[in-house]
Antibody
Framework: EVQLVESGGGLVQSGRSLRLSCTGSGFTFGDYGMSWVRQAPGKGLEWVGFIRRKGFGGTTEYAASVKGRFIISRDDSKSIAYLQMDSLKTEDTAVYYC??????????????WGQGTLVTVSS | DIQLTQSPSFLSASVGDRVTITCRAS??????LAWYQQKPGKAPKLLIY???TLQSGVTSRFSGSGSGTEFTLTISSLQPEDFATYYC?????????FGQGTKVEIK
């Protein structure tokens, strides 16, 4: 059974950093790209970023709202994807979900999701 | 970036109603569109991908259509468990973007 578990959320002051982890199991982690999606309280879904599998270069893509502040990385030996969040702003307050690409090319949506981890950025 | 606009943003309907939600893209995205259902406090659930392909395990009450810039999600006969918020997402280019959501509530 495929499982994704996020961790690392919490309360942090504006301007500080936080690193989220997404641990995958039940599948060959290195075979898939991984995405991060967030949802501010009472708001809609916002795509944050994506990391390709190493076979496709392991490169990353980001939303404009986080580019230059957030970095996605992966450690396939541990089946973990990371979201390093620097220079946090109050508007980054959200539940952060990791999700697995349904196909190898990240074109068929996200079937597998974690339970989400809440990040609260205080001023 | 590709913008997705869903309409309506809010929909009030009764059990048994046929419901249609529209998602318009700011530029052509071929058929690279997915639909999700989200209930409060839960992660989104993938309903449809490639604009019209029903995800395995999803009831056939849901159907999707469209290509290019205009897409629809149809619920053929609304059931109590279908009251939720629905989002479209484009997977044609980065950054991937979501529509703003359509909340379906009980009339």
């Amino acid at each position: 059974e495929v499982q994704l578990v996020e961790s690392g959320g919490g309360l942090v002051q504006s301007g500080r950093s936080l690193r989220l982890s997404c641990t995958g199991s039940g599948f060959t982690f290195g075979d898939y790209g991984m995405s991060w999606v967030r949802q501010a309280p009472g708001k809609g879904l916002e795509w944050v970023g994506f990391i390709r599998r190493k076979g496709f270069g392991g490169t990353t893509e980001y939303a404009a709202s986080v580019k230059g502040r957030f970095i996605i990385s992966r450690d396939d030996s541990k089946s973990i994807a990371y979201l390093q969040m620097d220079s946090l702003k109050t508007e980054d307050t959200a539940v952060y979900y990791c999700s697995r690409a349904t196909n190898f090319y990240d074109t068929s949506g996200y079937y597998y999701w974690g339970q989400g981890t809440l990040v609260t950025v205080s001023s | 970036d590709i913008q997705l606009t869903q309409s309506p943003s809010f929909l009030s309907a009764s059990v048994g109603d046929r419901v249609t939600i529209t998602c318009r893209a700011s530029q052509g995205i071929s058929s690279y569109l997915a639909w999700y259902q989200q209930k409060p406090g839960k992660a989104p659930k993938l309903l449809i991908y490639a604009a019209s392909t029903l995800q395995s395990g999803v009831t056939s009450r849901f159907s999707g259509s469209g290509s290019g810039t205009e897409f629809t999600l149809t619920i053929s006969s609304l059931q109590p468990e279908d009251f939720a918020t629905y989002y479209c997402q484009q997977l044609n280019s980065y950054p991937r973007t979501f529509g703003q959501g359509t909340k379906v509530e009980i009339k």
